[in-house]
């Protein structure tokens, strides 16, 4: 199992968690995005740059993932090729989506683009709180101690 981490939006934070988990637990973790990306040296994480482009990120994480993997994306259509391709997607609120909410998420998420194209003002996402850096890490403990053997 890997994870990867579409890293173009991920905040910091999440990041940060993420490498003290692939540290903890040898679990190699990619980071993919469009820039070049700092990360700390460790043979389990790595940052790979993509071409500038819609999607150039999202595409190459569908590409290399397979059966198992745990991709990091608030990205709702990536997360749902990733969960139609087998894998997992988590994302950095601690929330996963799946089989059963992935067209919910898919659906507002196209109601919303739709309204604002057509001149709606709508709010963003919300604020990044500490309860969500709180989320994100018991959600990724209890994904990493039920899928690896230690």
């Keep these: 199992m890997q994870i990867w ?3 173009d939006a991920c905040p910091v934070v999440i990041k940060e968690i993420l490498f003290k988990a692939a540290k903890r ?4 973790t990619t980071l993919v995005a469009n820039r070049l990306l700092q990360v700390p040296p460790s043979p389990h994480i790595r940052a790979m740059q993509v071409d500038k482009g819609f999607d150039v990120a ?3 994480i569908v590409e290399l993932l397979v059966l198992g993997d745990l991709v990091i994306t608030a990205d709702i259509p990536l997360a749902a090729q990733v969960v139609a391709k087998g894998g ?3 994302n950095p609120r ?3 989506y799946t089989k059963e909410n992935i067209q919910e998420r898919l659906s507002m998420r196209n109601l919303m683009e739709e309204l604002r ?3 709606v003002e709508t709010s963003g996402p919300s604020t990044f709180h500490a309860s969500d850096k709180q989320a994100f890490a ?3 403990d209890q994904f990493l101690a039920r899928n690896l053997k230690f």
């Design 5 to 7: 981490v579409d890293a």
């Design 25 to 28: 637990t040898s679990v190699h």
């Design 58 to 60: 999202d595409n190459k």
């Design 88 to 90: 997992h997607a988590l």
């Design 94 to 96: 601690g929330e996963f």
């Design 117 to 119: 194209a057509n001149g």
């Design 138 to 140: 018991a959600k990724l």
